[in-house]
């Protein structure tokens, strides 16, 4: 048994809040009824607060995925699964925490 394939109605936010959209490039599979999210996709993080001791403003903007499925693609590209490790990255990509993500669809499992 795999796990869940990620989809666009899932909501992916940073550990300090920043709420994540994704620009994805599949417009052809669906899981659970909204479009599965691909390992190539941009998400893009805003509204993180996340401020470094000193003083300086350090948000989290871009999430890269790690551990996307091995088995199944959307036109060649692995979909992401709920064990896929969501990394949020500031301005120096620079990891500060992973990704959450909540509210996935729990019909269609992959590998």
Same mark, same amino acid.
């Given at each position: %048994?795999?796990?869940?394939?990620?989809?666009?109605?899932? *909501? !992916? &936010?940073?550990?300090?809040?920043?709420?994540?959209?994704? #620009? @994805?490039?599949?417009?052809?599979?669906?899981?659970?009824?909204?479009?599965?999210?691909?390992?190539?996709?941009?998400?893009?993080?805003?509204?993180?607060?996340?401020? %470094?001791?000193?003083?300086?403003?350090?948000?989290?903007? *871009? !999430? &890269?995925?790690?551990?996307?499925?091995?088995?199944?693609? #959307? @036109?060649?590209?692995?979909?992401?699964?709920?064990?896929?490790?969501?990394?949020?990255?500031?301005?120096?990509?620079?990891?500060?925490?992973?990704?959450?993500?909540?509210?996935?669809?729990?019909?269609?499992?992959?590998?």
């Amino acid at each position: %048994m795999g796990a869940q394939i990620l989809d666009a109605g899932c *909501t !992916i &936010q940073c550990p300090h809040g920043g709420r994540a959209s994704a #620009v @994805s490039a599949n417009q052809r599979v669906k899981a659970g009824g909204t479009f599965a999210l691909l390992a190539s996709d941009t998400f893009i993080v805003s509204g993180c607060p996340f401020t %470094m001791p000193s003083g300086t403003p350090q948000p989290c903007l *871009t !999430i &890269q995925w790690q551990a996307p499925a091995t088995r199944d693609m #959307v @036109s060649q590209t692995p979909v992401l699964l709920t064990t896929s490790v969501g990394l949020c990255m500031n301005a120096l990509n620079a990891p500060q925490g992973k990704a959450i993500v909540t509210g996935n669809q729990t019909k269609v499992s992959g590998q």
